[in-house]
C-alpha cells in the first residue's frame, strides 16, 4: 500500500452551472491516494460536499468496477452525495473487459469507420473563374482553362488538358498525384509544395497518352505516359 | 415568330465589339432584314459613333426604360439602309440606372417586329454585363489572338451559360495570318480548342477598320475589303447558310495532315 501523502492534486473538482461538481480523477496515481486525498479535501472543506450531487470522470482511467462501488460507498455513506454520473474517457477497452466477464462472452469493439467522401466529378470545362473544392479526389470530365482553380484533398484527375491551377493534397498529402491528358499548367500544386513548369515550346505536340504530376526527392515532377 | 436576340460580348474591352456589331447589324440588314442595334454600354456609348449617327440622338435606352419617351422615339434609322436602327446608350448615367428585367422587356419588345436584335455588351461582368444579357437567346462572343482577351473570353462563356445562355459562338478578330504562319500568333485552332465553342467566323486584321470607324461608315459597305466579306459570311452563317470556315493549319505536319483526313485531328 502506498503511504505517500498526496501532495499533488489527485481529484481535480470543478463546479458545472447546474449546481454539480465533476471530479476529474487522476489517471497515474494510485486508488487508494485518490480515496485518501478526498477524505482531506472531505475535512478541510468543513463538509462543503454534504449531499453534494457528483459527476465523476474517469478521463484516462482505465475502468474498474471495484474502484467505482468503493468510491459510491465512501461519497454515499460519509458525505451522503450522490454520484449522479460516470464519464468514462478514451479507455473503453477496461469497461468492455469488465462487461465481457460479467456476461461471459468476449465482446469485441468493431471501430467506427468514416465514411469516405465521393470524388467530386465536374463534367464540363472549367472556364476561368471557376473554383472547384472537393474534400477528396476531383475528377474534371474536360478541360482545366487557365485562370480556372481545382483543388482537391487527395489527387486531381482531368480527362482532357490541364491549363489553369491544380492543387492535389491541399491538407497536407504529399502521395497527392495529378492525372491529366496533357498538363501544361499555370501552375501546380501538391501539398505545400508548388512548382511552375517551364516554358516550354509547344511540347503538347509530341504524342503522349497522359500525364502524372507527383512528388519525387521533394519536389513536384511531371512524367508523360 | 419574334427575331432573335444575340449579345455581342467579349469580357475584356478593346476587343472589337462595337465594330461587330455595327457591321454585322449593317450586314444583315443589307440582305434585307430588319435589324435593331442597342448600345447596352451606358456610360460610355459609342456604337453611335461608329455608326456615324451621333448628331442624330435625341433620346436614348434609359429614356425608353424609364418612360420619358416612346421607343420609337430613341430608334434611329441608319443613314443608307431602311430596316437598320440604333438605339443609343445613356452618355450621362451609369450602367446600375437600368435593370435587367427592364432590359428583357426591352428586348422582347423589339423581337417582335425585328427579325434582328443585336445588343452591345459593355466590357466587364459586373452590372453592365448582366443587363446586356438578359434579353438575349444567343451570344456571340468576341475575341484576338491573345491570351488576355482568350481567358476573359472564357469567363465570359463560363458567366453565360451559368446564367443558362448556352447558345454561344465565336468570332475571332484582328486575326493575322503572317504571323500566325511565322509562330508569332495564337492560331485560331489553338484559340477554338482551348474556348471549344463553335466558331462562326474569322475577321482578318486591318487598318481599314479604324478608318471606317473614325469616317463614321460601317466598313460593310465598302465591296473590296476583306473585312467587309468576313462580316458578311458571318450573318451568312447566323442566317443558317452552310458557308465553311478556312481554318490556318499552316505548320501542321504531315502526320496532322494525315490525322485529319481520317477525322482525327
Known amino acids: 500500500m502506498d503511504n505517500r501523502e498526496p501532495t499533488a492534486v489527485a481529484v481535480q473538482i470543478r463546479a458545472q452551472r447546474d449546481g454539480q461538481f465533476v471530479f476529474v480523477l487522476d489517471p497515474s496515481l494510485p486508488f487508494q491516494m485518490i480515496l485518501r486525498y478526498l477524505e482531506k479535501r472531505w475535512e478541510e472543506s468543513n463538509k462543503f460536499f454534504r449531499s453534494a450531487k457528483i459527476v465523476i470522470d474517469l478521463g484516462l482511467r482505465p475502468f474498474r468496477f471495484d474502484e467505482i462501488l468503493a468510491l459510491r460507498d465512501l461519497l454515499k455513506n460519509k458525505w451522503h452525495a450522490t454520484i449522479t454520473e460516470l464519464r468514462l474517457g478514451h479507455r473503453f477497452d477496461s469497461f468492455f473487459e469488465w462487461a465481457s466477464r460479467q456476461i461471459g462472452i468476449p465482446i469485441h469493439q468493431i471501430p467506427i469507420q468514416e465514411k469516405e467522401p465521393e470524388p467530386v466529378i465536374i463534367r464540363q470545362t472549367c472556364r476561368s473563374g471557376t473554383r472547384v473544392e472537393a474534400p477528396q479526389d476531383c475528377i474534371v470530365l474536360g478541360d482545366v482553362n487557365p485562370g480556372a482553380e481545382v483543388i482537391a484533398g487527395r489527387d486531381i484527375i482531368v480527362f482532357g488538358v490541364l491549363r489553369g491551377m491544380a492543387h492535389a493534397g491541399a491538407y497536407g498529402n504529399t502521395a497527392a498525384k495529378i492525372w491529366a491528358l496533357s498538363i501544361e499548367p499555370s501552375q501546380i500544386r501538391i501539398a505545400d509544395l508548388v512548382a511552375i513548369p517551364p516554358r516550354q515550346d509547344k511540347s503538347s505536340l509530341q504524342s503522349k497518352r497522359y500525364e502524372v504530376a507527383e512528388v519525387r526527392d521533394g519536389q513536384i515532377q511531371v512524367i508523360s505516359f | 415568330m419574334p427575331g432573335k436576340t444575340i449579345v455581342i460580348t467579349s469580357g475584356k474591352g478593346g476587343v472589337g465589339k462595337t465594330t461587330t456589331v455595327a457591321n454585322l447589324g449593317t450586314a444583315l440588314a443589307m440582305r434585307g432584314l430588319s435589324v435593331v442595334m442597342i448600345d447596352a454600354d451606358i456610360g460610355l456609348r459609342n456604337l453611335d459613333v461608329v455608326m456615324g449617327l451621333e448628331n442624330r440622338i435625341v433620346y436614348n435606352v434609359v429614356d425608353v426604360i424609364e ?39 426591352l428586348c422582347d419588345q423589339l423581337a417582335e417586329n425585328f427579325d434582328y436584335v443585336l445588343i452591345d455588351c459593355p466590357a466587364g461582368i459586373e452590372q453592365g454585363f448582366r443587363n446586356a444579357i438578359a434579353g438575349a437567346q444567343k451570344a456571340l462572343i468576341v475575341t484576338t ?39 508569332d500568333m495564337m492560331s485560331t485552332e489553338d484559340i477554338c480548342s482551348l474556348l471549344s465553342i463553335p466558331l462562326i467566323g474569322i475577321i482578318p486584321e486591318s487598318e481599314e477598320v479604324v478608318i471606317s470607324t473614325n469616317r463614321g461608315v460601317p466598313l460593310v459597305h465598302d465591296r473590296k475589303s476583306q473585312v467587309a466579306a468576313a462580316f458578311k459570311r458571318i450573318a451568312g452563317r447566323l442566317e443558317g447558310e452552310n458557308i465553311p470556315i478556312p481554318l490556318d493549319n499552316h505548320e501542321g505536319s504531315l502526320l496532322s495532315k494525315v490525322k485529319k483526313i481520317f477525322g482525327a485531328g
Open chain 2, 145 to 183: 489572338p491573345e491570351v488576355s482577351a482568350i481567358r476573359d473570353a472564357d469567363r465570359v462563356i463560363g458567366l453565360l451559360e451559368a446564367n443558362m445562355l448556352k447558345d454561344i459562338h465565336l468570332i475571332i478578330n484582328r486575326v493575322n495570318q503572317k504571323m500566325i504562319k511565322r509562330g
Open chain 2, 67 to 105: 418612360g420619358r419617351c416612346r421607343l420609337e422615339q430613341a430608334m434611329i434609322r441608319d443613314r443608307k439602309i431602311n430596316s437598320l436602327y440604333l438605339i443609343p446608350a445613356a452618355q450621362t448615367r451609369d450602367k446600375d440606372s437600368v435593370m435587367p428585367e427592364a432590359m428583357k422587356r
